[in-house]
């Protein structure tokens, strides 16, 4: 058995908690680092321009999970948006929903730094002024950014809602449509999948670096 | 010559002391002192240690008469073997009165700065050193006496019984000391830890049990003191759990489980897993917020997969909503279950525990896995593969709450909240709820822990989110200091949720001051919730029953005094500014919507005051729990609390029934109730964010220190005093769950 000496076990200091801070008195405010965050606009908002549009069909339909009353769907647009970052930022709050006409779309990607959304917007009617219907064209219809909240939480009567305070904006000037005098249509997509859509749609992208 | 004075009640001790010494000293071993071993230092004349002074021992006695110097016998430790010596001995015929066994004592400890001078706790730092407490006054028979101190691999209660033989687990063996007199007070001794290993496989921390030998016969014999035998270990020595762990690690970067309940495009997986570890393997399941990915997360599915865990990150269906999140969190755990043993070319086959599953989530995510156990518990998802009793713990860094009280519930799963006070996206701000973290935390009604890091943004806890800080200018830590919590953190949950490695739950309630992980800076702040089970736990008042202000929940009259505005009632700050007005008292604390139902108390004082609980009689033994805790809060932006910034100190007070008191001060647990950081926005003037609730822990042997009348066993009061000399002198404080702790 071998021992130690008590003097050598008592040369290292055993852990302690060290005592509390004095209080300091109070100073004027530390200045605060602003946040790469960009603010959400106030909605609606609309994009600056819509850069690209091309109609898709899928050979696998899928379900729209960007409403709540969303149904499969085997046709649409792809679309290319850009935007103020507030809008484009991904967050985890409530974003603002993208709507184009009485659809909701699909966020695919973004950059915010670009500017740039991608979106899937599945088709969609859109009733004329003499009561007739015709398909929605993301290059012609309004495309808006409605009051924030999750999509798959939104239905038709929300959809109409914000459209109608989109509209009534886009009347009072408030709001400005979108450009799209220079807007690329492409040719219509074949997709087999959504996956292949998804894939697709990266080629939409006018700077592939963002992907 | 004969040493003066007779013989006293330790001259067995001394006797035996001397012999040892002599035989170490001589290097020699006469055959006639080897017998002296054995006597038995709780009955004296039984020099052979058979229970009983006989024939047997006269013998040995008679056989040294005459002898002079060290020698067996010599009972009156005057140096002679004598008639002194035999009248003791006849004076003890007989068999030996029972002895009481070694005492289980706490003796593992930090030193303090005040009384109690010591706290013992359990958990140390394999990189420091551990405190050995040997109260004299609770302990006078050991008070400055030469003892050996043991440490051992630590041993269970039936191992104790069946072999008290001692056997030292450091390299140079058993360390000799002499135990303290007077106080406690700066008498803290250190252990050798030189050679002492931490860790025990997948464990981070390897139990050692304690014995002061004061009879230094190498065996845990009656009048010995032990830490450690009557379950648990004497005190634990723990790795670094902010760094990696025993295991080689490998990874499966891309996995597509083509599951057919999975969206297309939200298939993938990322699989970590450690290649080397022996047996089943617990499952730990990632899931990334909006704008998130699932290759984010490789510093914590390394981390854990070091540790024994096969972890899988997955895509989640994060941009429409928290149900899209919540589908793809279930069904990728059950794909991965199912599709394991195939994954890889098989490289998990039969390594994977698919009983034992851990949930994390961030942000969105992080609600989708508080509301993916909700969906197990209501029943509105059901998988063939695995059920509600497999998800042993949920852990949501910074969740987002749009689906409030009935859906974003974490029930009575362990659940754990991590959360940077510099967080921009899920903010804590008080203009939404969605926004507010706390108030899933709130929600949870089983074991739950929370981990506050000042100055850590939201995407510091992943690799590659937006800079989204916010808060003062040179606070931010960044993210490899957050994630250096966070994977301490995270890793003390899973393991004392899954494997109730109580060594590992110091982590989750100690003051960041007084224990945290060794790779963890000591300049950063965080603040710790912990609460246990309510199994374990006796509410002196929680705030949710009995509402008036002068009763607790437990029914005991609550008398305040001096003390200002108090009021009890739902925790939920109640407008959307955290500029302080009276209309709102519960400015800050954003940690209920109006449907939840977490309640608490709030009080301000700027000269001294107390609150008193008197504690029901099925309540005052405070001697068979292990602690009294509360948890705690600085009013935000409140002017008593922007008046002198600082950590918030306040003295707590037992009271027995005979009026004897023991009060101890919080802030030496380690700096008191955190000073708010110092963060602004939403409204004009003070700063300081949220309410950052903080459990205060005493240790309720703490308070034997010093010995005394003082009666543990029969409390009529629990005192709150605050300003004058017994700490801050103004403040304003957010109370609850004021615990008795099992």
Redesign the interface.
Known sequence: ??????A????????????????????A?????P???APIPATPAAPIAIVAVQPFTIAQP?TH??RKDGSEFATGHLIVLRAEAGLV???????PVLCVGSQTA??LW?D?AKGLIVAIVPTWTERTADGTERPGDPAVDLVYFATPE????VDATWIAAERARAEAALAGGTLRKAASREVVRHARLDAA???AL?TRAAELLPDPSIR | MRHPGGPGPLTGYLWMTMRLTHV?AAGAVAAALLSTTLANAQCPGDLDASGAVDGADLGVLLGAWGCSGACPGDLSNDGFVDGTDLGLMLAAWGTCPPSSPAAEVPLA??????WPWA?WVDT?NSN?????AIDPAQFPDAAGR?A??WVVEDRSPAEWAANAALSDARP???????CPSGSIQGN??????SGLVAGNGDAPARGYDLVVDLDQD?TLSPGDLIDGRDGGAGFWWTKDIAALGPYTTAQIASYDVNDADI???MELERIYYPTNAPGLRPIVAISH????NYTWYDYLGNHLASWGFVVMSHQN?T??????ATVTTVEHTESFIDQHATMGGGVLAGKVDVDRIAWIGH??GGESVTYGYDRLFDGTFTSPSYGLADIRCVIAI?P?D?LGTASANPHAVPYMLLYGAAD????GCPD?D??DSFNLYERAVGLRHSTYVHGA??NDFNCCG???????????IGSTAAQSVAKASILAMIRRSMFDDRAMEEFLWR?N??LRAIGQSSTITVVREFKPSPSTASPIDDFQANTATTVSTSGGAVNATGVTNLIEALANDANTTFTWVTTDPWNGSVRNRTTDSSRAGVFDWTAAGSITWSVPASLADFSKPRALSFRAAQGTRHPNT??????L?LTVTLTDTNGLERSIRI??????IEEPY????FGTG??GWQAEFETVRILLGDLNSGGGAFDLSSIATVTFRVGGADG?AQGRLLIDDLLLEN
Do not use: K, W
């Not at chain 1, 058995?1 to 008590?6: E, P, R, S």
């Not at chain 1, 930022?89 to 974003?95: D, G, I, K, M």
């Not at chain 2, 921009?424 to 903010?427: K, L, P, S």
């Open positions: 058995m071998t021992t130690f000496l008590a050598l076990a008592l040369a290292t200091v055993p852990p302690s908690i060290p005592a509390p801070a004095p209080e300091r008195p109070a100073a405010p530390p200045t605060q680092a946040s790469d965050l899928y999970r960007f930022q991904p967050r985890q709050v409530a974003e699909e966020r973004s915010p999750l999509p798959e939480r999948s959504q996956d998804i | 170490r400890a930090v030193s303090l700065a005040a706290s140390f420091g050193s551990v405190g050995i030469a050996l101190l140079a063996g058993p360390q000799s000391i002499t803290v001794l250190s252990l050798n830890v190498g969206i297309d495009s917020g909006n704008g998130h269906d941009v429409p909503g928290i149900a899209s942000s969105r910074a987002t749009f921009g996206d899920v903010c939404s969605i926004a943004d939201h937006i800079n989204d800080f916010a808060g003062p200018t040179g606070t931010a003051q001051e007084s922007t008046a002198a910034l600082g950590d100190d802030g030496t647990l380690g700096g008191g110092q963060r602004s926005g003070a700063v801050s």
